[in-house]
């Protein structure tokens, strides 16, 4: 595509303009033959300094900011370059880039998630109602990128402008029908996903997180809202949970701001939502309940293998997606009904072992208590099936928090853990480039209760919390989920929450098993 056919009267353009652009990125070691150049200004560095890099790699055009004070000499130093200045370079990627890839949101349903929690969950549960229906659909988030059943790996849940918009042409040409994409607050601010048309956007709720980039409950909520007041189309479709308050007032807002765009609220409370649910039931094998739609019409029963109340909240957000794109309520049920597994979300570690073990994505103050509140509340309704009258077993929690990241959560998450669990070992996450000890100080000052123990080495922590479990116990093991990797100082390092638990029942099983080989040698002699 031609650099001239990409601009706008808001940019100004020295030099040729009509250079082939063959791809676009803010990284310049990216940067190939014909590539656009665009000199972002980031956290911890300012894409300016990379210029020359990004012409040595073959960039055929540079986008700077406007009054850039080294324009003139660089144009001078590399004539045979173009040189766009835009006001916002950020907002000059996403531009750039939805031309170069053809406007692939146009071509395609694009259907965005954005909360604290819930996201991932959230999108596998529309991709699979989707392809239910027999469409094709893409996948953006968390755990991996999918083009229909093809998995790419996910270096950031959401990705900047330019991977995303590429991202969205390869689903255009790979005869995807949707895109289910999780959309994160750092996108939002950042303007990662700016000039995409989204048909669906969906709140799942907001707690406190990346509070050590937005500062503030007020600017994290401004930046989730810029995907219902900016990027979804006139008369898509907001999706929203109404049972949080971030939630009812973006509600309320769009009610006044954005009257031409439709709205399909849900809730666990309030029987005024467009949907709300109905007679819940929760074992370990999965949450049932049933629907209730406030315009009236025959309620859905619904069945998921998904755990909890957290799980309901995660499967109406979906099942509000579906009602937004007209799926029949046997697809959705259908859809619902065959996602199981979730890796990293409360998957269930079964080795045999008399004892549950649950490995949770849970990294938030919020996400921990449902995920405690979980397990209690399983815990007594298998006491009741099983006719013991109360709970017996005790919940022992394994967390830690990350390292350069919110540190405003962590006492509040020690405290949660203590309080909500029998016992708590509280031990490394990712602490990247800080000081483990430092963070685990800091969960320490918010634990009231004499009720834990500290095993910095999260291997041991969670040995130790598999050798302490007894029958009809439950073990939860938060903060990491799906991750395959533990980052210390700066680089990251093989480790997974769950095979760690298969290893650890693998050892007390054979030291069982090697205890009573003694004791039976030990009959046998005195024989």
Same mark, same amino acid.
């Given at each position: 595509?031609?650099?001239?056919?990409?601009?706008?009267?808001?940019?100004?353009?020295?030099?040729?303009?009509?250079?082939?652009?063959?791809?676009?990125?803010?990284?310049?070691?990216?940067?190939?033959?014909?590539?656009?150049?665009?000199?972002?200004?980031?956290?911890?560095?300012?894409?300016?300094?990379?210029?020359?890099?990004?012409?040595?790699?073959?960039?055929?055009?540079?986008?700077?900011?406007?009054?850039?004070?080294?324009?003139?000499? @660089?144009?001078?130093?590399?004539?045979?370059?173009?040189?766009?200045?835009?006001?916002?370079?950020?907002?000059?990627?996403?531009?750039?880039?939805?031309?170069?890839?053809?406007?692939?949101?146009?071509?395609?349903?694009?259907?965005?998630?954005?909360?604290?929690?819930?996201?991932?969950?959230?999108?596998?549960?529309?991709?699979?109602?989707?392809?239910?229906?027999?469409?094709?659909?893409?996948?953006?988030?968390?755990?991996?990128?999918?083009?229909?059943?093809?998995?790419?790996?996910?270096?950031?849940?959401?990705?900047?402008?330019?991977?995303? !918009?590429?991202?969205?042409?390869?689903?255009?040409?790979?005869?995807?029908?949707?895109?289910?994409?999780?959309?994160?607050?750092?996108?939002?601010? !950042?303007?990662?996903?700016?000039?995409?048309?989204?048909?669906?956007?969906?709140?799942?709720?907001?707690?406190? #997180?990346?509070? &050590?980039?937005?500062?503030?409950?007020?600017?994290?909520?401004?930046?989730?809202?810029?995907?219902?007041?900016?990027?979804?189309?006139?008369?898509?479709?907001?999706?929203?949970?109404?049972?949080?308050?971030?939630?009812?007032?973006?509600?309320?807002?769009?009610?006044?701001?954005?009257?031409?765009?439709?709205?399909?609220?849900?809730?666990? !409370?309030?029987?005024?939502?467009?949907?709300?649910?109905? &007679?819940?039931?929760?074992?370990?094998?999965?949450? *049932?309940?049933?629907?209730?739609?406030?315009?009236?019409?025959?309620?859905?029963?619904?069945?998921?293998?998904?755990?909890?109340?957290?799980?309901?909240?995660?499967? @109406?957000?979906?099942? +509000?997606?579906?009602?937004?794109?007209?799926? /029949?309520?046997?697809?959705?049920?259908?859809?619902?009904?065959?996602?199981?597994?979730?890796?990293?979300?409360?998957?269930?570690? #079964?080795?045999?072992?008399?004892?549950?073990?649950?490995?949770?994505?849970?990294?938030?103050? &919020?996400?921990?208590?449902?995920?405690?509140?979980?397990?209690?509340?399983?815990?007594?309704?298998?006491?009741?099936?099983?006719?013991?009258?109360? *709970?017996?077993?005790?919940?022992?929690?394994?967390?830690? +928090?990350?390292?350069?990241?919110?540190?405003?959560?962590?006492?509040?998450?020690?405290?949660?853990?203590? $309080?909500?669990?029998?016992?708590?070992?509280?031990?490394?996450?990712? /602490?990247?480039?800080?000081? /483990?000890?430092?963070?685990?100080?800091?969960?320490?000052?918010?634990?009231?209760?004499?009720?834990?123990?500290?095993? !910095?080495?999260?291997?041991?922590?969670?040995?130790?919390?598999?050798?302490?479990?007894? /029958?009809?116990?439950?073990?939860?093991?938060?903060?990491?989920?799906?991750? $395959?990797?533990?980052?210390? &100082?700066?680089?990251?390092?093989?480790?997974? $929450?769950?095979?760690?638990?298969?290893?650890?029942?693998?050892?007390?099983?054979?030291?069982?098993?090697?205890?009573?080989?003694?004791?039976?040698?030990?009959?046998?002699?005195?024989?």
């Amino acid at each position: 595509m031609k650099l001239a056919e990409m601009l706008t009267d808001e940019y100004i353009l020295a030099g040729y303009g009509g250079r082939d652009i063959t791809g676009s990125t803010h990284d310049s070691r990216a940067v190939k033959n014909g590539y656009l150049f665009v000199a972002v200004k980031g956290e911890k560095t300012d894409g300016h300094a990379f210029i020359g890099d990004a012409i040595a790699r073959g960039a055929a055009a540079v986008i700077c900011e406007k009054g850039y004070p080294m324009l003139n000499e @660089l144009a001078g130093k590399y004539p045979a370059v173009s040189w766009v200045e835009a006001a916002d370079c950020r907002e000059a990627l996403a531009a750039f880039s939805d031309s170069l890839y053809g406007r692939p949101s146009e071509k395609i349903g694009v259907i965005g998630i954005t909360g604290t929690n819930g996201k991932t969950t959230v999108s596998y549960l529309i991709k699979a109602m989707l392809e239910k229906t027999g469409k094709g659909a893409g996948l953006i988030g968390t755990i991996r990128y999918m083009i229909k059943d093809e998995c790419f790996e996910a270096p950031h849940t959401t990705p900047e402008a330019s991977d995303f !918009q590429e991202l969205l042409s390869r689903m255009v040409a790979g005869k995807c029908d949707y895109v289910v994409t999780e959309v994160s607050s750092h996108a939002l601010a !950042q303007k990662r996903v700016d000039h995409t048309r989204f048909r669906v956007a969906i709140f799942t709720n907001l707690t406190g #997180d990346h509070l &050590d980039y937005h500062c503030t409950m007020d600017n994290y909520y401004e930046s989730k809202t810029r995907l219902f007041t900016g990027l979804l189309v006139d008369r898509g479709t907001a999706v929203i949970n109404v049972d949080d308050p971030y939630g009812k007032n973006l509600s309320g807002m769009l009610a006044e701001q954005r009257p031409s765009v439709k709205q399909i609220t849900f809730s666990l !409370q309030d029987r005024d939502a467009d949907v709300s649910v109905e &007679d819940i039931k929760m074992t370990f094998r999965g949450t *049932a309940f049933r629907l209730r739609m406030k315009a009236g019409g025959q309620g859905l029963d619904i069945f998921t293998p998904l755990v909890g109340q957290t799980a309901v909240y995660n499967v @109406l957000s979906a099942v +509000c997606s579906g009602i937004a794109l007209g799926l /029949p309520g046997q697809v959705i049920r259908e859809g619902i009904e065959g996602v199981g597994l979730i890796k990293g979300r409360f998957e269930r570690v #079964d080795c045999g072992q008399p004892f549950l073990a649950v490995v949770d994505y849970a990294h938030t103050h &919020d996400a921990l208590e449902r995920l405690i509140e979980t397990a209690r509340k399983l815990m007594e309704a298998s006491a009741i099936n099983s006719k013991k009258g109360s *709970a017996c077993g005790k919940i022992i929690t394994v967390f830690g +928090c990350g390292g350069n990241r919110d540190r405003g959560k962590r006492p509040k998450m020690g405290r949660i853990a203590s $309080d909500f669990s029998d016992f708590v070992i509280v031990t490394s996450d990712n /602490p990247r480039r800080e000081d /483990p000890s430092s963070i685990i100080r800091d969960i320490e000052s918010g634990i009231e209760k004499d009720n834990y123990v500290i095993i !910095q080495d999260r291997r041991i922590a969670i040995r130790m919390a598999i050798m302490l479990a007894s /029958p009809g116990d439950i073990v939860l093991v938060a903060g990491k989920g799906h991750e $395959d990797y533990q980052e210390t &100082d700066g680089e990251r390092h093989p480790f997974s $929450d769950s095979a760690v638990i298969e290893e650890a029942i693998g050892e007390c099983r054979l030291v069982t098993e090697r205890v009573m080989a003694k004791k039976v040698m030990f009959r046998s002699a005195q024989c």
